[in-house]
């Protein structure tokens, strides 16, 4: 997986090629502001696994649950990825907070806001 700063320059580079803001250079700059918004793309690991549902408390992420069925902290999220455990997200932050955020892949129906929620209690 390439990291951020590789992906930002390359369509950066395919913008500057075209002829100023025709269609294809407003999608690529539409694909390359999710990735500005990420602190940190980490890459994930062959074994990673994917996270296929939220647990919300009071309309809040508090954790998530993964494909192997584990249920985890939002905290122990942010640190699976960090380390390459979950693949398909980044990590960005607002404000205080840190979270993460769905790598953007063109699908909206796999983004974290459009997943399940499960109950579970931290």
Known sequence: MKDKDEII?????KMQASDGFD????ADFKKI????????????KSDAKEIIALVKHSGTVTGYQLSDGSV??????????ERGEIKGVGIAHKKDTVYLKSLP???ENNNLSHLPTVDRTF
Not at 9 to 13: A, L, S
Not at 23 to 26: P, R, S
Not at 37 to 43: F, G, H, N, R, S
């Open 9 to 13: 320059r390359e369509e950066e580079i």
């Open 105 to 107: 892949d063109g699908t």
């Open 23 to 26: 269609d294809q250079a407003n």
């Open 72 to 81: 985890i902290s939002k905290d122990e999220g942010i640190s699976m990825a």
């Open 33 to 44: 502001l999710p990735m500005m918004a990420m602190d940190e793309i980490p890459k994930a």
